[in-house]
């Protein structure tokens, strides 16, 4: 009896993380956080436990956010949590881990047992950080795919007669996010009297790739000692492109090596349930208690081991 109560609770835990999520991802934002986060706050104050744009935040979660702020966590996945565009705070994104790891290793410990269930609950814990990952990974590929367009709209506005504040006007107009979303930060924070080298300087950390960083040393080393901005821009702009059409290239030949790790990681989960369904009694020896359930941790750790090294031998920096 108080087996299918535990499965029923730890399945209704699951739909209230998937609620408080799209809830806390979808809903209105604190407008005043929202203001401070945007308008010409460095990275340090975004990043550190003391920073504005987390002041909601603390004063709901101070207990997690000094944990957080102990153990060096917090300001690295707040950053991450800026990088991504995520609207959470890193005691948010905290807690959604451990209530992911609360319902899984809970359903785990009820259908194959406590130490299996501990282990499911670690794996699916980390569900949240790959997301958090893919989606950072995600809008800085974006960004590095726009600027050649973004360069475009630059030199042509500045050999219009436009000052380099206008020009990255133009860009906030013309161009898709999240490009235009950073740089629409930008001139709102040289709007409240930011110099326009460290508002740059700030869009280059938050984006945190080498494209933007090559891209913001340019002009504000060019702005800074005067010149001709458009035709530094010019150049900048063809050695991007060319680092761009060879990161391509690159990603075109380690496609097939991406692609076994990903048949590595799915291979075993559908051959898993195709038995499951096929003879329930043959993969059910796996979770017999005794020796058979310490070959199937070693097998999960070795499945995991061997996705990372191949993700790890197919990222090839340019």
Not at 56 to 76: F, I, V, Y
Not at 225 to 240: E, F, H, M, R
Not at 248 to 271: C, D, F, H, N
């Amino acid at each position: 009896m108080n087996g299918p109560l535990l499965f029923g609770a730890a399945v209704g835990l699951c739909v209230l993380i998937g609620f408080v999520a799209t809830w806390r991802m979808l809903g209105r934002r604190d407008p005043v956080t929202t203001r401070l986060r945007e308008f010409g706050v460095s990275e340090r104050d975004l990043t550190s436990p003391a920073g504005i744009s987390d002041t909601a935040g603390r004063l709901r979660w101070s207990g997690t956010n000094r944990m957080l702020s102990a153990s060096g966590l917090g300001p690295r996945l707040a950053f991450a949590l800026v990088q991504a565009d995520l609207p959470l705070t890193a005691a948010e994104f905290a807690l959604i881990m451990v209530m992911f790891f609360l319902a899984s290793a809970l359903i785990g410990a009820l259908r194959l047992g406590l130490p299996l269930g501990i282990l499911i609950g670690l794996l699916l814990a980390c569900l949240p950080l790959l997301y958090l990952n893919s989606r950072r990974r995600r809008r800085q590929r974006a960004f590095s795919e726009q600027i050649p367009e973004i360069l475009t709209l630059l030199v042509g506005a500045l050999r219009a007669g436009y000052g380099l504040s206008q020009a990255i006007g133009v860009v906030v107009k013309q161009v898709a996010p999240p490009a235009s979303v950073e740089f629409g930060r930008v001139i709102r924070a040289v709007g409240l009297s930011l110099p326009i080298d460290r508002a740059l300087t700030d869009m280059a950390n938050r984006i945190g790739t080498d494209e933007a960083g090559m891209l913001v040393t340019a002009i504000n080393v060019q702005y800074e000692t005067g010149g001709n901005l458009a035709q530094t821009l010019d150049i900048i702009g063809d050695t991007i492109r060319d680092r761009l059409r060879m990161q391509r290239e690159v990603r075109v030949l380690t496609s097939q090596q991406r692609l076994t790790s990903y048949i590595l990681v799915a291979l075993p989960i559908g051959l898993a349930f195709v038995l499951r369904m096929l003879n329930p009694s043959y993969i059910q020896q796996l979770f017999q208690p005794g020796l058979m359930r310490i070959v199937l941790v070693g097998v999960l750790l070795m499945w995991i081991v061997g996705f990372l090294v191949i993700r790890r031998i197919v990222d090839i920096e340019v």
